[in-house]
Structures are given as structure tokens and as C-alpha cells.
Nanobody, 115 residues
């Protein structure tokens, strides 16, 4: 079982930046894909960004050009750099890891963007 721990959330003004980190309990080299999802109150949980084992990223249209997903295999960590934040980016952000038929989630971290 892969354990994921997120950090880096908080309160920021619109136009600002935050960087989320997700540390995995084992080498992410063996994980098929890692990503970030978010869930706003009353909304479904949606994919924000994913990075596959080969390093290819994938982004939701709403964050393209503003968010960047990256990883450090040596630190077992995936990052989400969020720039030009908007109030509609406010949500709980979850780290996700997928390996074979298994999916793992972090506990979630709040990101609040004030207008």
C-alpha cells in the first residue's frame, strides 16, 4: 500500500502562487501514474494534473498554462506548481497514485484563493 502525504496548501490572493508537494512512502519509479485532483464543496472530484511513469504530463483544460506538475524520483515526491491562481481554484487538493489496478489517495489539503 502506498501512503501519500500532501503539504503546501493555504490561503493566497488571486494572482498568487502556491506549490503543493506529495511525498510517497515508496519509490515513485514503480508507480504507473501520479497526479493531483481537487474537490470543491458540493462538486465532484476532478483531475487537475497527472504525470505518467515516463514523465509525460497531462492537464485539465482549466489549469493549462498556469499549473505545472513535476516529480523528483530521488525524493519520492510529486509537485504541483500553481501560478496565476483564481478564486475558482479554491478546493481540497488530493494527491493520487495509480499502480496496476490499485489507486491510492492522500488525505487532502485545502487551497483557498481570495478575490
Amino acid at each position: 500500500q502506498v501512503q501519500l502525504v500532501e503539504s503546501g496548501g493555504g490561503l493566497v490572493q488571486a494572482g498568487g502562487s502556491l506549490r503543493l508537494s506529495c511525498v510517497a512512502s515508496e519509490s515513485i519509479f514503480s508507480i504507473d501514474a501520479m497526479g493531483w485532483y481537487r474537490q470543491a464543496p458540493g462538486q465532484q472530484r476532478d483531475m487537475v494534473a497527472t504525470i505518467f511513469s515516463g514523465g509525460t504530463p497531462n492537464y485539465a483544460d482549466s489549469v493549462k498554462g498556469r499549473f505545472t506538475i513535476s516529480r523528483s524520483i530521488g525524493k519520492n515526491t510529486v509537485y504541483l506548481q500553481m501560478n496565476s491562481l483564481k478564486p475558482e481554484d479554491t478546493a481540497v487538493y488530493y494527491c493520487n497514485a495509480a499502480r496496476s489496478q490499485y489507486t491510492y489517495w492522500g488525505q487532502g489539503i485545502q487551497v483557498t484563493v481570495s478575490s
